[in-house]
């Protein structure tokens, strides 16, 4: 079963998130788990590691870019997808999301849709989708 971890501070949004994407992605057998602070991500983490990972860059208790820096320190973490799924829209946290590899960066607000979509097509074996582009998603390796 492959699991993502979505790591949001407000807990409508991330119980929001969560069962849209286990109930898109359930024939994948998917499921989608939240975290509302660092610490919570980091032992989820370590505990039962994801295969996709949603992160917000405004926690209480750490910056979701420096909570990115210890989850790729993590056993078997360093390649896992991070999105960033945030307000904060600043050239310099993309820059800092690019540098840490994350797969995108995607701006709130957005659509559970375009976030179901874009874990369908960064789970690892994922299912191939035949969707148009999703605008409101940056690429951050696209900015280079």
Do not use: H, W, Y
Request: net charge negative; with cysteine.
């Amino acid at each position: 079963m492959k699991r993502i971890l979505v790591v949001e501070d407000q807990s409508a949004v991330a119980r929001a998130l969560c069962e849209a994407l286990s109930e898109a992605l359930e024939a994948q057998q998917v499921t989608a788990e939240a975290a509302g602070t660092a610490a919570a991500a980091l032992q989820s983490a370590r505990q039962n590691p994801p295969d996709l990972i949603f992160l917000d860059i405004m926690l209480p208790d750490m910056s979701g870019l420096d909570l990115a820096v210890r989850l790729r320190s993590l056993p078997g973490q360093d390649s896992t997808p991070l999105v960033f799924v945030t307000a904060r829209n600043q050239s310099q946290d993309r820059e800092r999301a690019r540098l840490l590899g994350c797969a995108a960066f995607v701006a709130k607000p957005c659509s559970l849709a375009t976030l179901t979509a874009l874990a369908a097509r960064l789970l690892p074996s994922g299912p191939a989708l035949n969707c148009d582009p999703v605008p409101d998603v940056v690429n951050p390796r696209a900015l280079d």
